[in-house]
Structure formats: C-alpha cells, structure tokens
Nanobody, 119 residues
C-alpha cells in the first residue's frame, strides 16, 4: 500500500523555523522525484520545491528561495523541507508528492500538514 505521510507542521512565529518530513512507503523511493506543494485558503496549490530521484538537483519557487531547503534520505525513504525565516504568507497546508521517473503519469500524494505562521 502506497503511503506518503507528512509531519512536522504546526504554529510558529514569524522568523521562526520548521522542518517538515514526508515518509514514503509502498513504492521504490529511489525511482521517484519528490516535491513539496502548498495551498493557502482561497488560493491554488503552489509548487514550493522539488528534488530529483537521485537527490542531485533541486528547484525552488522564487517566494521561498534562500529560506527553504529540500532534501531526501533514501535510506529512510523520507523527504524533508527545512523552512527558515518563516513569514505569515507561508501559512498553508503543505503536501508532499512523488513522481515516477519510469512511468510518466504515476504520482502519489500525501494528506498534507498545516503550517501556520503567526504572532
């Protein structure tokens, strides 16, 4: 059974940090690129960061460049999103997603974790 389980969300003050984790199971993690998306109330889902299956390349939305870092641990089948210098506009539900590098239309999604940045 395929599962992506996000954790690490919560309430943090502006300028604070959080680290999100996404634990994957039920598929071959090393053959999937991983992404973090977010969706704020009333807004469309936004791609925040991505990392290749080998972990050799990353990309970020302009709004988070220099503040967020995506990484993956193949031994633990886990992808992370380190979020620093958080702003109120980072408030959203954060989702991880896995995209197969072997099968173009195969992808999986987690249930999401809430991040709230507020004083």
């Amino acid at each position: 059974q395929v599962q992506l389980v996000e954790s690490g969300g919560g309430l943090v003050q502006p300028g604070g940090s959080l680290r999100l984790s996404c634990a994957a199971s039920g598929f071959t993690f090393s053959t999937y690129g991983m992404r973090w998306y977010r969706q704020a109330p009333g807004k469309e889902r936004e791609l925040v960061a991505s990392i290749t299956s080998a972990g050799t390349s990353t990309n970020y939305a302009d709004s988070v460049k220099g503040r967020f870092t995506i990484s993956r641990d193949t031994a633990k089948n886990t992808v992370y999103l380190q979020m620093n210098s958080l702003k109120p506009e980072d408030t959203a539900v954060y989702y991880c997603s896995a995209q197969s590098v072997l099968f173009k239309n195969r992808s999986y999604w987690g249930q999401g974790t809430q991040v709230t940045v507020s004083s």
